[in-house]
């Protein structure tokens, strides 16, 4: 299972940390990701985190505002969120791709969490 929480009102510039807790595999097999879905649009992809953090990528649009890590000894994985932007509202996923590719579609992940949502304004 996998657990997103952080979420909240912020306003335009402020910053957010996102986290997903996993339980019941072996989280550090896993390539995590990060997606997001805002009113009335298809679910997006954000960012992902390769096994042993060797591989980061990011959605264009939040490089360099984005980070995203992860901590294996707690299962667990973030997305450091500053500089945030309306345009960022959304209902934030966590997932889960167990076979480690750290692939930006949504169908190659195979668990997701729930979601949490963030709004940006003011």
């Known amino acids: 299972q996998l657990q997103a929480f952080g979420g909240g009102l912020v306003q335009p510039g402020g910053s957010l940390r996102l986290s997903c807790a996993a339980s019941?595999?072996?989280?550090?097999?896993?390539?995590m990701g990060w997606f997001r879905q805002a009113p009335g649009k298809g679910r997006e992809f954000v960012a992902t985190?390769?096994?042993?953090?060797?591989?980061?990528k990011y959605k264009d649009s939040v490089k360099g505002r984005f980070t995203i890590s992860r901590d294996d000894a707690k299962s667990m994985v973030h997305l450091q969120m500053s500089n945030l932007k309306p345009e960022d509202t959304a209902v934030y996923y966590c997932?889960?791709?167990?076979?480690?590719?750290?692939?930006?579609?949504?169908?190659?992940?195979?668990?997701w969490g729930q979601g949490t949502l963030v709004t940006v304004s003011s």
């Open positions: 985190i390769s096994r042993r953090s060797e591989i980061t």
């Open positions: 997932a889960a791709d167990t076979y480690g590719r750290t692939y930006t579609s949504v169908s190659s992940y195979d668990f």
């Open positions: 019941g595999r072996t989280f550090s097999n896993d390539a």
